[in-house]
């Protein structure tokens, strides 16, 4: 279930569902149940149907840092620019369209890098009002490179046997969220060998 | 204590529960209609004493499998009912939420990894029994933390040695604190993922260096207890070495401190070679006499990270009634940390000379089982002798609050030093209890709350609490020690 | 290190809520203080560096055993019993601590074999002790339902695990009733065993070596297997697995050549004694047990035994010793006007099918067999599932369809008894206390605590002893 929480989305996500970075994740509890009475927040903790959600626990949501190898030969690829932006926020149906999880995979790809992408970033922020709550929370999540367990595994995998399956198991992810986040990933990726390959 | 009222006392032969259940049955007693005062514990030394004060008789017969029922009622009519109310309390207590209410719980180690496989274990069972259930878990190929304390050195050495062998690892025993991936164990506080990597032989150690870290903003991956003894000249080392492979291993870790006591210059040797072997960073924070205090630790660390040192945070009392004047007179610690309570005993004997203890710096500065002196004392609340059959200070408050009344009270005491830990495990608002006590003080009380900003008690709140109740508040028991010395050689001086 | 999914928390129940506070799967193991006194013993044991690997070996042992039924033919002959030797069930006893059905089923023997005219003057024979000798079942490769007694000319179930070439044995069952077994010495007792003797014995040796050499002796494992999903426990409920046996040989039977109104005897014998397939069963069960014997460090139990005075096991890791203590009375129902005070301390080496893994820690798969007993089909799955806590491990082969196809409970551990104070679940009938009343009732019985910190002590002194 997801909250609008000062113009934020904070979800509320049982262990089944996926682990947006912008949630709150339990094990306990009918999440449809709590879900039916109001929400509040008091003290600092989230209350659904008057039972407080308190945080027992922080989990790591940051992308691990990635080092691009620059002796791969670059592929050709055409870099992402604010025009593009445009056309892919908010781009597709339902929670989070399509076109924003392969921005938040760009962005966070980048974040993993430490590469900064200050034009990029801007236009995003400026676009978010047109879509989703949830989707601007990601987008602005991956912003600050904060991504599903299961991109973080990806990206740590990366130039390891364990590469093909983590891609599987990200491309698993929802009905377009995990191969939408995947094409962002390999569009940066692709975009940062070929400009670490250029001679300097 | 009054003496009235119908006295009952009955002992029950192989009924079972662990100290925090008998704890929450008791209370649940006192407050039944008719019942002036209620204990249901186990039939331990220590809890006899304690019985025997409130002015129960104990049958001599009764062993440490029995279980005590002690009543102290209005009147004999009121016994049934009280009997009554002391079943369903059991009852109640050993109530779980299980899930599925037909398939029994297991009743061993061994029998609940066949159900859970992957299960990390934590065991917290009698030391005379941590053992049995802790080899369960190696022989199954998994981790276990051992929170139980007085597990006999030979014990531990089986446990580590096999570990070794099947490339385990062993927390404890007597290891009251771990951060594994984030999940807090043990007592342990809510901190945030980040580079640092912690191996401890010490519980509260390592719970300060969390709280101060968290405080300066850096978060920790993993902190990984080894018990008091691992870098003993018996044990060498070996869980230790197993902890810093595992952080070595962890991509997010960037650096590793291990907070420890002094080991021998033998075992130190070995680690620091081992330690140079490794990929990441290391530091160590080896406590003793002369060597830097856990804020200092705390300091290093986030210098090697390459973070400014920040001014830890200092809270004054703000209640405004009677100043209270330092006085000539003794420093008394009561702490629940043992680690908090032997660095501040080592600053404190630096400055004020020599400091009697439960766990003296050497043993000619032994406390009698009074726990009093016609000195400087630091006790420790946490240890073995004055725990055994009962919770830990940092669940049940009452033998600390009891000796902190009669300090406060005492015409030679010039100052008060107080530990209040905060993190999952303990009590669930320290200050409650604490702050109506500290209120009535004449004397200036220093109190160091560890906890971190996320820590379930609500570390603002707690801070605020004792504040008000006019203790003044510290992050770092460093400096709560050297505030609270200050006010006893003020208090001398004049 | 990553963030464990799961914890296994044994002790204050206050770590387990955190753990679970923090959003992280808990599993909470009910903990309490082991047996008084075994603490230490426990640690010795513990800290053996053979006992795991030999309770893996003892239990693969077990499990991996195959009996095929290879022969019948007389004890004097499989067992070199000679005249005056009688074996029991149960651990070592005497005449003098020896209770009703044992001395009325040595009476029926003694008469039997022609040490005396009647059964009745056996007293004065076994009261002297010249020329007569007695020893447990066990002792030679035997098991002995009830009073268990085997004398030279007993015809006796050869049973063989084929690998090894490892043999048990068990008497031929003689329905129920008055018999010796029971402790009853009457004429008609005489009578049948006579008539077992003469002519059921060689025509069942017929049979069996027929099928054995044509096609290959019976499985006697792959009947149990099918029989624990049709009801049966193979302890108070074999008639499954007498009808199995009764298909494999009833052709060789009929065409053995003997005359056909001993054939329709035999087969009439067989198919209306329901209990018929316990003597099969229960060597079965030792046959696969003594696989495990010997094992060096093990704590595996590889035989609980009665004798109607004294209730006995033997542990793996502890060669022949005997652990013993007093046999209890069974709890549960009576028949007709039988009470608890008709009844005789438990008896019979019956509880061999408990000690590999089914009887009553299988009784989840034969319903019936719980009202029998007085419980409850909850209770049933309930023992079921208690007896894994002192198992080592489960029975691929041998599975309960109502627990999602589990394997039986199998292993009786001496630590983990020691450990949960859950002893050994055991189905039994119940002999009447006076010899040859015959069964008054069936209930559920335990061994004596006791046995099983004696037998732990063992373990952690021969541990010491290890060095």
């Known amino acids: ?200 | 204590m009054s003496r009235d009222g119908f006295l009952h006392v009955e002992l029950r032969h192989g009924a079972y529960a662990d100290s925090v259940t008998l704890l929450q049955v008791s209370r649940a007693v006192q407050d039944l209609d008719g019942v002036l005062a209620a204990q249901v514990a186990m039939a331990t030394g220590l809890n006899i004493e304690v019985l025997t004060e409130m002015g129960f008789e104990v049958p001599g017969e009764a062993t440490t499998n029995d279980l005590v029922v002690a009543l102290r009622l209005a009147d004999a009519t009121t016994l049934d009912d009280a009997l009554g109310g002391v079943d369903r309390a059991l009852l109640e207590a050993n109530k779980r939420d299980d899930g599925p209410s037909e398939v029994a719980p297991p009743r061993t180690t061994a029998s609940a990894l066949r159900r859970a496989p992957d299960g990390l274990v934590l065991v917290s069972v009698p030391g005379a029994s941590a053992f049995v259930e802790a080899m369960d878990a190696l022989d199954a190929g998994n981790d276990v933390m051992v929170f139980s304390d007085n597990v006999p050195l030979e014990q531990e050495l089986v446990l580590k040695g096999t570990a070794e062998q099947r490339h385990l690892l062993v927390m404890g025993p007597d290891c009251g604190t771990a951060v594994v991936g984030g999940l807090g164990l043990g007592f342990a506080n809510t901190v945030s993922p980040g580079p640092v990597g912690i191996v401890a032989a010490s519980g509260t150690g390592c719970q300060q260096l969390l709280a101060l870290l968290d405080h300066a903003g850096v978060g920790v991956t993993s902190a990984l207890g080894v018990g008091g003894r691992d870098l003993s000249t018996d044990v060498r080392g070996i869980s230790t070495r197993e902890a810093m492979r595992r952080l070595d291993a962890d991509a997010e870790v960037e650096l590793i401190v291990i907070v420890s006591k002094p080991p021998d210059a033998d075992v130190a040797t070995r680690l620091r070679d081992y330690a140079a072997s490794l990929g990441t960073p290391v530091q160590l924070a080896l406590l003793g006499p002369g060597q830097p205090d856990l804020t200092a630790a705390a300091e290093a660390v986030l210098a090697g990270l390459g973070h400014e040192r920040p001014v830890w945070p200092v809270t004054p009392a703000t209640s405004s009634d009677t100043r209270r004047e330092s006085r000539n007179g003794w420093l008394r610690g009561l702490f629940v940390g043992g680690t908090l309570c032997d660095e501040a005993m080592l600053i404190a004997t630096e400055q004020l000379g020599p400091v009697r203890s439960n766990i003296p710096l050497s043993p000619d500065l032994a406390l009698g089982s009074d726990l009093s002196a016609d000195t400087h004392t630091m006790v420790d609340f946490g240890d073995d002798a004055l725990t055994t059959g009962r919770a830990h200070p940092m669940i049940d408050p009452t033998l600390r609050l009891d000796h902190l009344a009669r300090a406060l009270a005492a015409d030679d005491t010039a100052a008060v030093l107080l530990d209040v830990v905060l993190g999952h495990g303990a009590e669930p608002d320290p200050s409650a209890a604490l702050a109506p006590v500290i209120a009535k003080a004449r004397q200036p009380v220093v109190v160091t709350v560890v906890g971190t900003a996320a820590d379930p008690q609500g570390l603002e709140r707690q801070v605020g609490a004792l504040a008000e109740a006019g203790a003044e508040v510290h992050l770092s028991n460093a400096g709560a020690t050297r505030r609270a010395i200050e006010h006893v050689t003020d208090g001398a001086i004049r | 290190m990553t963030t464990p999914t799961h914890i296994v928390s044994a002790g204050a129940g206050l770590f387990a809520d955190s753990v679970a506070a923090q959003a992280v799967e808990v599993t909470r193991v009910d903990w309490h203080p082991p047996m008084p006194g075994t603490e230490a013993d426990l640690a010795t044991v513990a800290a053996d560096p053979l006992r795991r690997d030999a309770n893996a070996h003892a239990l693969a042992a077990m499990v991996g055993v195959t009996a095929h039924l290879v022969d019948v033919a007389p004890a004097s002959e499989v067992l070199g019993l000679e005249k005056g030797q009688f074996l029991h069930a149960g651990p070592p006893i005497g005449w003098d601590r020896a209770s009703g059905p044992l001395r009325g089923g040595l009476m029926a023997g003694a008469a039997l074999e022609g040490l005396v005219e009647r059964p009745e003057d056996a007293v004065a024979l076994f009261e002297s002790g010249t020329g007569v000798e007695f020893e447990p079942c066990h002792h030679r490769g035997t098991v002995g339902p009830m009073a268990g007694v085997v004398t030279p000319s007993m015809w006796m179930f050869v049973l063989e695990d084929l690998e090894t070439g490892a043999r048990t044995h068990c008497s031929l069952n003689e329905g129920l009733g008055k018999v010796l077994r029971y402790g009853a010495y009457s004429p008609e007792v005489l009578t049948r065993l006579a008539w077992m003797r003469d002519v059921l014995g060689p025509l069942l040796q017929t049979a069996v070596r027929t099928v054995r050499d044509d096609s290959g002796p019976v499985d006697v494992t792959g009947i149990l297997t099918q029989m624990l999903q049709m009801g049966d426990e193979a302890h108070n409920r074999n008639r499954a697995g007498t009808l199995m046996l009764l298909r494999d040989l009833s052709p060789a039977m009929v065409t053995s050549g003997a005359d056909p109104t001993d054939v329709a005897e035999s087969l009439r014998f067989v198919g209306g004694n329901d209990h018929f397939f316990l003597s099969l069963a229960m060597p079965a069960c030792k046959l696969a047990l003594d696989a495990a014997r010997g094992t060096e460090g093990s704590t595996m139990v590889v035989a609980m035994a009665r004798n109607g005075t004294d209730f006995g096991i033997q542990v793996a890791g502890t060669g022949d010793e005997w652990f013993t203590g007093p046999a209890q009375v069974a709890d549960g129902l009576f028949l007709g006007d039988y009470g608890p005070e008709d009844a005789n301390p438990d008896i019979g080496d019956s509880a061999i099918t408990e000690t590999a893994g089914i009887g009553g820690f299988a009784m989840a798969t034969a319903p019936a067999i719980v009202r029998l007993v007085g419980g409850s089909v909850p209770d049933a799955l309930a023992t079921s599932r208690r007896m894994h806590e002192i198992t080592l491990g489960e029975n691929p082969r041998w599975t309960i369809p109502v627990l999602e196809f589990q394997g039986v409970p199998s292993g009786i551990d001496v630590t983990r008894v020691c450990r949960t104070g859950i002893l050994p679940q055991i189905n039994t009938g119940m002999a009447g206390k006076q010899a040859g009343v015959g069964q008054v009732g069936a209930g559920l019985v335990n061994p004596p605590a006791e046995i099983f910190p004696a037998a732990l002590a063992r373990l952690a002194e021969l541990s010491r002893a290890r060095g």
């Open chain 1, 1 to 200: 279930m997801y909250l609008d929480v000062g113009g934020w989305c904070v979800g509320v996500v049982d262990q089944h569902a996926i682990q947006v970075p912008c949630a709150l994740g339990t094990r306990t509890g009918d999440l449809g149940e709590l879900g039916a009475g109001p929400a509040y927040i008091a003290d600092g903790v989230l209350h659904l149907s008057g039972v407080p959600l308190v945080i027992g626990r922080l989990r790591r949501v940051q992308v691990p840092a990635l080092r691009i190898n620059p002796a791969r030969r670059p592929d050709p690829v055409i870099p992402l620019d604010t025009e593009t932006v445009g056309r892919l926020v908010g781009a597709g149906d339902g929670l989070t369209p399509r076109g924003d999880d392969v921005l938040c995979g760009w962005l966070a790809m980048h974040r993993a890098v430490g590469a900064a992408t200050p034009l990029i970033d801007e236009a995003v922020r400026m676009r978010m009002q047109g879509t989703t709550l949830l989707s601007a929370t990601l987008l602005d999540c991956a912003l600050h490179g904060e991504v599903l367990p299961q991109f973080a595994a990806y990206v740590g995998a990366l130039g390891t046997p364990l590469q093909p399956e983590a891609e599987r198991e990200l491309l698993a992810v929802g009905h377009s969220t995990g191969s939408g986040l995947l094409e962002g990933a390999q569009w940066a990726v692709a975009e940062l060998c070929a400009s670490v390959g250029e001679p300097a």
